[in-house]
C-alpha cells in the first residue's frame, strides 16, 4: 500500500465536520496527520449513505455497498467502481457527491441528507491516501495501550493522567492545578456515597496531612454502605426498575429485592463478570442460590400489562424485544431494536440476529399477561424463610382458623327475636332496647341500620344488602346471615370473638414473616423450548424463518458449539474475554458517572452511529485493567478518582470554556448539576433528616396531592396515594417508590426518567420547575426549617457562627466574609418581617410532618428557616464541583 | 440535542453572560428569557426551537388538543350509517370484518351482533355534514371543522393506542407530540412552560381508562421539552405557590440573597451554568404571578363565561379547561393538551356517551367560537379526537337501547379546526357499517404528519438522534393529508 501522503487539516474544518456529524470530537489539532477512516469517514458514510448502501440487504440500492471495502471497491453494476483507492477523480462516490445535476447527485436530495463540502474534502482526501478501511473501532477486542509518554509526568499520579495528559499536550493544552483539600472531599464524597460529606469528615480529611490521606479517604468511601446504594441508583436507570407494572393498570409489584440484590453485590465488590451473569441467566447457574435467582430480577422489571382485550403473543413478543434491547444496550452498547424490523442499517447485526438473541428470552414460564398481580409468576420468596417452610407453615395455621370459622358459621343456628316490625325498623316505641343493642340482637335491625352507609361492609355483603331480603338468593340470604353471626350478632360473641382472636394472630404471625421474607420476580425457563421465528417487520403474527437461540456472531465469536442454547451462553458470551464491547461499554458508564459524560459520548450505542471516543486508548487500557483484575468493579473506581484528571480544580476559565465547553479533553475537574436523588438526600443529610437504613421495600415520601387520581384507572392499586409516615419520610430517595405512569415529581423535575425503558444516559436540565422544587417542596422547605434548628442549635451564639455552621453543612466549605454578610442581610429583614406577623412564622414552622424543638422563638427559627432555605438552593450545593 | 445547536447555544449563552456578568440577576435574566434575545437564530421570535426559519409555511402558532381518553364512539358522533337500523341483531357479514383480529374482549362472543346507534343524526351547516343529536353545539360550528370519518390506527387496546397517538409508537419510550413541537419550535412566551397538560373531570361511570405521563414526556428528548400539567386543584403548577408563611416579599429576599451569592460563585468559578440556574429562578418568581393570573378565570366577562356552559365555573371541567385552553393560547403557549377520560364503553354505551357528550358539546364549540371571534383560530389548531374508534357489533347484551361497543382501530372519526385546515369538509368515508375505510384513509401518522405541517415542520425533518438513529413523530411513515389543508 502507498505510503498516505501527509496534509495539514484546518481544526475549523475538522471541527465543523465532526461537530456537524456525530457530535464526534476531533482527535488532533493542528497536527500532521492522514486521515482516520474510522473516525473522520465512517460516521459521514454512515449518517448520510449507509441507509441504502450499508449492512441491510433489502434497502441496498444499485448493488452498491460502502461499509465494506469489497462492497466499496467492486465493481457496479454500472461498471464503474465506487471508490478506486488513490484516487478521487477515478471514484464514483467523488463524482456523485459533487455533482450538480439532481438526478446524479448523492445522497438524493429528497433523502434529506446532505454532505457539507467539509465531508466532500475529507472523503476525497481519505481515497487519494489510499480509502483505507477498518473495522468499526468497538469491534475489534481492545488492547492494552502502554500509558502515552508524556512531557510532564510528574503531573500524572496514575496511567489514567498519562493519556489524559498526552492529549492535552498534543492539544497545546495545560491540565489544572489539584483541587483544594476540601472541594476533593465533597466531590468524591458525592460521587461514591451519593451524599455530602459531615463536617466531621471535612476536617478529619484536612487534619489528615500523610501522603495518603486521599488514598485512605477513597479506601473509607468505598467500603461504606452508601458506596453500594450510590453504585445501584445508576444500575437501576439501566435495569429500568420500577414498583409497578407500568402499562394500564399500572398496580403496584414486588421487585424491591432485586434492587437490595444490587446493593449487596457492589458492596460485596462482585465481580462484574459474575455479577452480570447472575443477572441474565442466574436462574440457570448449577444449583442456583436464591440470591442467584434474585439477580435475574433484571429481566423481569420490564413493563408488563393485563389490559383487558390484550393479545397474549403480542406482549409475548413485545416483551423479549425488550429485554434483547435492554441486554444490548447495558452491556454492548448496542442499539439492537433497529433489528426488530429490519437488518440494522449501521451495524453489522441483522434480523436474524437479533431473533435468535430473542430466542434467549423467548421460552419463559411468564404468562404475557401480568393479570396486574403483586408477584406475577415466576416469583420466589427470599429471606430467612424461604428455604425453611415457615412460611407455609403460618399459612396452614391461617387457613385452619379460617376453617374453624367457617365450620361455626355452619353450625350456629340463628334465630330472629321476635319483635314488633315497628320497633325493630324505627328503634323507637316505649318497651323497645336502644337501638345499638338492637341491632346486635336482630338481623333486621341490622340491616336497617346499615341502610344508609354500607362502606364499611365487604363488598359482596353491601351487593346482597342492596337486594330486599325477599328477593335475594339463597346465598345472598346466607352472606348476610352469615357476616351478621359472625361480626354483629352479640348471641354468637363467645364463639367467634376468640376464634377471631386465634385467627388475626395467625395471620400476624404470617404478615411479620412475610415481610421478613418477601418475594421477588425472577425469571424462570420452560422445560421444553418454544418454537422461535424471525418475524417480518417485526408483527408478532407474521412468523418467517424458524431460527434457533444465538448470538451475533460479527460481534464476538460464538462460545463452544455444544454451547446450551439458554440464557447462560448468551450471558457468558457477554463477559467472554473476546467479547470487545461489554468491558469498554462497562467502564464508559463508570467513566460518566464521575465526568459526566463518558470516553464515548452515547454511552448508550458504541456501534456506527455513535460517538468516536475522545481517548480511544485510555478506554481500552481501562477495558482491559477491568478483565485483568478479575472484573474488579471497585479497583476500577479507585482508580478513577485516585487520578490527578479526577483531582483537578474545576474552576472554568473563559479561555478554557470557550476551547472545550462540554471540558471533553479534561483539562478542569469535572463540575455538573447533582443527579436528582443526590440533590434530595443532600438537603435530607445536611438538615440531619436523613434515615439511612439499607434496603426493603419502597417507601412513599411527600409528593403533592391528586396526582395519581388525575391519571390512574380507577381499578388500579395505585390509583390513590397514601404518603408514608416517620423514618418513610427521610429514606434515600433511591428507596422512593417508583409508580411509572406518575413518577414522583420532584425527581423527574431533574431528570430521573421514567423507568418504562432502559436508560443509561439521563439527560441534565437547568429549569425554572426546578427551582420551584427547591424552594417550595414540603421535603425542601421541612428539611431547611430542621437545618435552621440545626444551625440555632450546634452553631454557636452569634448569627455569623450559625451561617457559618449551615453554609459548611450545605457546601462542604467556609463562607467568605462577603457571603457571610449576605446572610446576615437577609437574616434581619426575615426576622424583622415575621416579628412583625408571627402568625406567618408558626405557619411556616408547620410545614412538614417532624416537630420542631418548642424552645425557639417562632420567629427567629422561621427567619432562619428561611436562611436554610437559601443555602439548600445555593447552585454550589446542588453541584458536584 | 443535534450538536451544532447545541454548541451555538452553548456559545451563545456565554456570550451573552459574559457581557451582562457584571449585572445582578434580574436585569440580565429579563433578558434572557426575552424574545429578542435569541432571535437572531430563528427566523420567528421565539427562544429554543432547534428548526431555523420555518421549513415550510406555518399556517398555525399553537395547537389545542382535545383529547377524548377511552376512545369516543364514532357511530354516535359523526359516522352516520342509517343502514344499520333494519340489521339490528344481525350478524356482522364476514365479507365485512374479512378476519381482522377483534380483541380477547369479544373474541370469546358466539356472535357479533350488529349494533345501530339509538340516536338520530341530522344534516347541519352549508357542507350538510351529519351530526349526531348528542352534540348539538357541535353541529351549529360545522362549518368551521374538517371532520375527519377515516382515521385509523395500528393499535387495538387503551394503553399502547394512547402512546401511538401521541409518540408515533405503542411502546413507551419517544417524546410526545409537544414535546417535539417545543423541541423543534421554542417557546413563545417567557413566563409560562411552552407545552401545557389539563386533566379533565368526567360524568360517566368512575372506571375510566387511565392516562399516563410518557403522553406529555418527553421521552429521550431533554425533560425540559415535557407537557407541564397544570391542575386545577392544589398549585396550578406543581410546586408553584410559596409555603404557608413566606409571602412574596420574602420569596424575593431570599432570591435576591439567593442570586447574589450564586454570582459570587460563577465569579470565583466561572462555569456558565450558574447562569442559567440564576435566570430559571427568576423565571420561576415571574411564573408565580403569572400562573395564577392565567388560571384566574373571574376576570372572563359573563357573555364569555355563558358561551362556555354552566359548567365553566367549576375548575377541573372539559368547559374550565377550554377557557383555560383559550386564555393559554392568547399568551403563545405552543401546545395545548386537554385530556379527558370516560369515553370507554364497552356496555351501558347510550347512557354513558349521553353524559360525556354534554360534558365536552358546548364548551368544546364555544372553544372554536370564542377563538375566532378573536381572530385566533386563523393561527390556532384545535384537535378533537379519541385514540381508536368502536366497533359496530355489541359486546355484551344487545337491546334497541342499550349495549356496548368493542375498540375498533380500522376507522373512527376526529375533528379539526383552525390554523390552516379547510373548514366546512367531511373527509374520508367507511363503509355501511363503519367498519372499513372506502375512501381517503387518514393513518395516525398522516394526521401527526399533517398537524406539524400546520405549524411549518416538515415532519420527515424534525429529528433527533437516539442510539444511533434519527427518531421523528412519525417513526419512518406518514404523509400530509393534503386535502385537509386550505
Known amino acids: 500500500m502507498p505510503s498516505p501522503p501527509i496534509r495539514r487539516f484546518p481544526i475549523a474544518v475538522v471541527l465543523a465536520a465532526c461537530l456537524a456529524l456525530t457530535g464526534s470530537f476531533p482527535a488532533v489539532a493542528g497536527a500532521t496527520r492522514h486521515i482516520n477512516y474510522s473516525r473522520d469517514i465512517r460516521p459521514i458514510l454512515s449518517n448520510s449513505c449507509y441507509k441504502c448502501h450499508g449492512p441491510d440487504e433489502h434497502e441496498r440500492k444499485a448493488g452498491l455497498r460502502l461499509d465494506t471495502k469489497a462492497g466499496a471497491i467492486g465493481k457496479l453494476e454500472s461498471g464503474e467502481a465506487a471508490i478506486t483507492p488513490g484516487s478521487s477523480v477515478k471514484s464514483a462516490i467523488f463524482q456523485r457527491l459533487t455533482s450538480h445535476d439532481p438526478d446524479v447527485k448523492m445522497p438524493p436530495p429528497e433523502s434529506g441528507k446532505s454532505v457539507s463540502a467539509e465531508q466532500i474534502g475529507l472523503i476525497k482526501e481519505w481515497i487519494d491516501q489510499g480509502a483505507e478501511f477498518h473495522p468499526h473501532w468497538s469491534f475489534v477486542p481492545p488492547r492494552h495501550f502502554p500509558a502515552s509518554p508524556i512531557k510532564t509526568p510528574t503531573a500524572a499520579s496514575n496511567p489514567i493522567d498519562r493519556f489524559i495528559i498526552s492529549r492535552l499536550e498534543d492539544e497545546g493544552l495545560q491540565p489544572s492545578p489539584t483541587s483544594d483539600k476540601t472541594t476533593l472531599v465533597r466531590r468524591v464524597t458525592l460521587d461514591l456515597t451519593g451524599l455530602p460529606p459531615t463536617i466531621g469528615e471535612v476536617d478529619a480529611f484536612l487534619a489528615d496531612t500523610s501522603p495518603n490521606a486521599y488514598e485512605k479517604l477513597v479506601d473509607r468511601l468505598l467500603a461504606s454502605p452508601q458506596y453500594g446504594e450510590q453504585m445501584t441508583r445508576d444500575w437501576l436507570d439501566a435495569a429500568r426498575y420500577g414498583d409497578t407494572h407500568g402499562l394500564h393498570l399500572d398496580n403496584e409489584r414486588s421487585i424491591w429485592p432485586y434492587r437490595d440484590w444490587l446493593i449487596r453485590s457492589f458492596n460485596s465488590n462482585e465481580p462484574f463478570d459474575q455479577f452480570a451473569v447472575e443477572q441474565l441467566a442466574g436462574d440457570l447457574l448449577p444449583n442456583a442460590t436464591i440470591d442467584q435467582r434474585v439477580a435475574t430480577g433484571f429481566s423481569r422489571c420490564n413493563i408488563t400489562t393485563g389490559e383487558g382485550g390484550a393479545i397474549d403473543e403480542e406482549f409475548y413478543v413485545r416483551y423479549a424485544v425488550d429485554r434483547v434491547q435492554t441486554t444490548g444496550t447495558v452491556f454492548l452498547g448496542l442499539t439492537l431494536g433497529c433489528c426488530v424490523c429490519h437488518d440494522h442499517k449501521f451495524d453489522p447485526i441483522t434480523q436474524k440476529d437479533f431473533y435468535r438473541l430473542f430466542g434467549y428470552f423467548g421460552s419463559l414460564t411468564e404468562q404475557p399477561m401480568d393479570r396486574n398481580a403483586f408477584l406475577p409468576p415466576p416469583a420466589i420468596r427470599t429471606g430467612p424463610a424461604a428455604d425453611s417452610g415457615k412460611i407455609d407453615r403460618l399459612k396452614g395455621d391461617v387457613a385452619a382458623a379460617d376453617s374453624a370459622i367457617r365450620k361455626a358459621l355452619k353450625a350456629f343456628r340463628y334465630q330472629e327475636p321476635v319483635v314488633d316490625a315497628r320497633i325493630v325498623t324505627t328503634g323507637s316505641g316505649a318497651a323497645a332496647p336502644r337501638p345499638d343493642e338492637l341491632r346486635s340482637r336482630s338481623l333486621k335491625a341490622w340491616e336497617a341500620s346499615v341502610a344508609k352507609d354500607k362502606s364499611s361492609l365487604p363488598r359482596n355483603v353491601a351487593r346482597a344488602l342492596e337486594i330486599p331480603s325477599q328477593k335475594r338468593s339463597s346465598r345472598q340470604a346466607n352472606v348476610v346471615r352469615d357476616y351478621f353471626v359472625e361480626h354483629v350478632y352479640a348471641g354468637s360473641r363467645s364463639i367467634f370473638d376468640p376464634l377471631h382472636a386465634k385467627r388475626d394472630a395467625a395471620r400476624r404471625r404470617l404478615d411479620e414473616a412475610e415481610q421478613d421474607s418477601p418475594s421477588t420476580l425472577v425469571m424462570q425457563d420452560t422445560p421444553k423450548m418454544r418454537d422461535i421465528f424471525v418475524l417480518v417487520r417485526g408483527a408478532y403474527d407474521r412468523k418467517g424463518e424458524k431460527v434457533l437461540p444465538g448470538v451475533p456472531a460479527a460481534i464476538a465469536p460464538a462460545l463452544r458449539a455444544d454451547a446450551p442454547l439458554n440464557r447462560l451462553s448468551l450471558a457468558r458470551w457477554i463477559v467472554d474475554a473476546r467479547n470487545p464491547l461489554t468491558a469498554r461499554v462497562i467502564v464508559n458508564r463508570f467513566w460518566q458517572h464521575y465526568f459526566g459524560t463518558g470516553i464515548v459520548k452515547t454511552a448508550e450505542d458504541f456501534g456506527a452511529q455513535g460517538e468516536w471516543p475522545t481517548h480511544p486508548e485510555l478506554l481500552d487500557w481501562l477495558a482491559t485493567e477491568l478483565e485483568e483484575s478479575g472484573w474488579n468493579v471497585k479497583r476500577i473506581q479507585r482508580l478513577i478518582v485516585t487520578s490527578a484528571t479526577y483531582r483537578q480544580s474545576s474552576h472554568v476559565s473563559a479561555a478554557l470554556a470557550q476551547r472545550d465547553p462540554e471540558n471533553r479533553l479534561l483539562a478542569r475537574g469535572p463540575r455538573f448539576r447533582m443527579d436528582a436523588e443526590m440533590v434530595r438526600d443532600t438537603a435530607l443529610a445536611v438538615s440531619g433528616l436523613l434515615v439511612t437504613n439499607l434496603g426493603g421495600k419502597s417507601v412513599k415520601p411527600y409528593q403533592p396531592s391528586g396526582l395519581w387520581e388525575a391519571i390512574g384507572y380507577s381499578g388500579s392499586n395505585t390509583v390513590h396515594f397514601v404518603q408514608d409516615k416517620g423514618d418513610a419520610l427521610y429514606r434515600r430517595s433511591l428507596y422512593t417508590f417508583w409508580k411509572r405512569t406518575s413518577p414522583p415529581p420532584s425527581l423527574t423535575t431533574f431528570d430521573a426518567p421514567s423507568r418504562e425503558e432502559c436508560v443509561v444516559r439521563r439527560g441534565r436540565t437547568n429549569t425554572p420547575l426546578q427551582a420551584l422544587v427547591l424552594m417550595n417542596d414540603e421535603q425542601y422547605v421541612e428539611a431547611a426549617r430542621q437545618l435552621a434548628e440545626r444551625m440555632m442549635r450546634e452553631g454557636g451564639k452569634t448569627v455569623a457562627d450559625r451561617i457559618a455552621l449551615g453554609f459548611r453543612l450545605a457546601t462542604s466549605r467556609q463562607p467568605t466574609q462577603e457571603e457571610i454578610r449576605v446572610f446576615q442581610t437577609l437574616y434581619t429583614a426575615q426576622s424583622a418581617a415575621y416579628a412583625r406577623n408571627r402568625q406567618a412564622a408558626a405557619k411556616l414552622l408547620g410545614v412538614g410532618e417532624s416537630p420542631h424543638d418548642p424552645k425557639w422563638d417562632p420567629c427567629e427559627l422561621a427567619a432562619w428557616t428561611m436562611v436554610a432555605n437559601v443555602m439548600l438552593n445555593l447552585d454550589e450545593t446542588v453541584t458536584k464541583g | ?486
Open chain 2, 1 to 486: 440535542m443535534n450538536p451544532v445547536r447545541e454548541q451555538i447555544e452553548r456559545l451563545t449563552r456565554r456570550y451573552f453572560f459574559g457581557r451582562t456578568a457584571t449585572g445582578i440577576g434580574t436585569v440580565a435574566l429579563a433578558s434572557l428569557l426575552d424574545d429578542r434575545v435569541m432571535g437572531g437564530l430563528t427566523a420567528e421570535p421565539s427562544v429554543g426551537g432547534v428548526l431555523g426559519r420555518p421549513q415550510i409555511r406555518a399556517t398555525a402558532k399553537r395547537v389545542i388538543y382535545l383529547s377524548m381518553n377511552g376512545a369516543p364512539s364514532q357511530l354516535e358522533t359523526f359516522d352516520y350509517k342509517p343502514k344499520l337500523t333494519e340489521l339490528f341483531d344481525s350478524d356482522l357479514p364476514d365479507s365485512v370484518r374479512m378476519g381482522q383480529r377483534i380483541t380477547t374482549m369479544t373474541s370469546g362472543q358466539k356472535r357479533l351482533p350488529i349494533a345501530p346507534s339509538v340516536f338520530k343524526f341530522g344534516r347541519h351547516g352549508q357542507g350538510g355534514a351529519w351530526v349526531s343529536e348528542l352534540l348539538p353545539h357541535t353541529a351549529k360550528i360545522v362549518d368551521d371543522l374538517a371532520i375527519l370519518r377515516s382515521v385509523n390506527t395500528d393499535a387495538i387496546n387503551h394503553d399502547p393506542a394512547c402512546t401511538f397517538v401521541f409518540t408515533g409508537a405503542q411502546q413507551p419510550g419517544r417524546p410526545s407530540m409537544g414535546a417535539w413541537v417545543s423541541y423543534g419550535l421554542g417557546s413563545l412566551n417567557g413566563n409560562l412552560p411552552t407545552f401545557v397538560v389539563l386533566h379533565s373531570t368526567w360524568s360517566s361511570k368512575r372506571d375510566a381508562q387511565a392516562v399516563f405521563s410518557r403522553l406529555w414526556g418527553s421521552g429521550f428528548l431533554p425533560s425540559k421539552y415535557q407537557g407541564v400539567a397544570l391542575r386545577s386543584s392544589g398549585d396550578p403548577v406543581l410546586y408553584l405557590s410559596n409555603p404557608p408563611g413566606v409571602d412574596s416579599d420574602s420569596r424575593r429576599r431570599m432570591l435576591d440573597a439567593l442570586a447574589e451569592l450564586n454570582q459570587k460563585e460563577l465569579a470565583t468559578v466561572g462555569d456558565p451554568e450558574i447562569n442559567t440556574r440564576i435566570a430559571q429562578y427568576e423565571m420561576a418568581y415571574r411564573m408565580q404571578t403569572s400562573v395564577p393570573e392565567l388560571t384566574n378565570l373571574s376576570t372572563e366577562p359573563k357573555h364569555i363565561l355563558d358561551m362556555y356552559g354552566p359548567d365553566v365555573h367549576i375548575p377541573g371541567t372539559v368547559a374550565s379547561n377550554c377557557l383555560l385552553a383559550r386564555r393559554l393560547a392568547e399568551r403563545d403557549v405552543r401546545f395545548i393538551q386537554i385530556f379527558q377520560r370516560g369515553w370507554d364503553h364497552h356496555g351501558n354505551l347510550p347512557t354513558d356517551m349521553r353524559l360525556q357528550c354534554r360534558d365536552i358539546d358546548q364548551p368544546c364549540a364555544a372553544l372554536v367560537k370564542d377563538l375566532k371571534q378573536r381572530g385566533m383560530l386563523d393561527d390556532t389548531l384545535v384537535i378533537w379526537g379519541g385514540e381508536f374508534g368502536r366497533t359496530v357489533y355489541c359486546q355484551g347484551n344487545l337491546t334497541r337501547e342499550d349495549y356496548g361497543r368493542d375498540h375498533h382501530p380500522r376507522c373512527f372519526s376526529m375533528w379539526m379546526a383552525g390554523g390552516g385546515v379547510k373548514p366546512g369538509i367531511v373527509y374520508g368515508e367507511t363503509d355501511d357499517f363503519s367498519y372499513n375505510i372506502v375512501r381517503d384513509p387518514v393513518h395516525v401518522h398522516d394526521l401527526n404528519a399533517t398537524v406539524l405541517h400546520c405549524l411549518g415542520i416538515n415532519h420527515e425533518r424534525l429529528t433527533y438522534r437516539f442510539q444511533g438513529r434519527d427518531f421523528r413523530l412519525t417513526d419512518v411513515h406518514g404523509n400530509v393529508v393534503r386535502g385537509l389543508l386550505a
